[in-house]
């Protein structure tokens, strides 16, 4: 059977150490606004996008980068626990992992919909933040409810 | 698509578990199988049949529906 080319079982566990205290901070930070002193680094930046004045497009800029690291923990410890075999990785287990994937992508779409006729304003620039993780968390939770429903126990086993 | 595996795996005294280990997949694959929610691949079914020493047809059974 040909499956998808994914990352060896290990990482699903790296990914998980990394993802869940990264969305604790990602969640946390979007409500405080908290930035880390010692987090000021040289960045190259292909849009500056400072709101003031002129900035030039392709430049280096010394910025805070608590919510840049934050967020590139928890894309990347999603991706991880996302994109990781299971431990006996089948052909059933690809269709979940496929049929979750269409489902995510489903329901966050629907949801952004909703959020496009209710939200208005920056409140929706909260919405596009929390959007830019959603597929992914839908992802994970969609399939590993699916494994778990399946890997019950059936009770008639002789 | 319909499948006796559970009762041919009673004959043989098999668990789920000792199935899946047999023809390599998981157990939620065989869980899948066995409650009709899953039509197993060509190269599964006829793993299975092997296991069983049967014919394909004899373990899987089309539906009118199919």
Redesign the interface.
Known sequence: ?LLLRLLPHRFKIIGWLILIPASFAGVLLSFSGFQANWLYARVFAIFPGDIFGFTRPFSFIRTNITDTVVGILCIGGAMLVAFSR????????A?IRFSSLLWAVCINYFFLLLAFLFVYGTSFLTVMVYNMFTVLILFITRFNYL?FK??KP?PD?? | MKNNIKVERAIKGLTQEDLANKVSVSRQTINAMEANKYVPSTVLALKIARVFSKQVEDIFFLEKKD
């Not at chain 1, 299971?86 to 287990?93: A, L, S």
């Open positions: 059977m299971e431990k006996k990785e089948d052909e059933y287990i269709s494994l399946h890997a059936v086993e002789k």
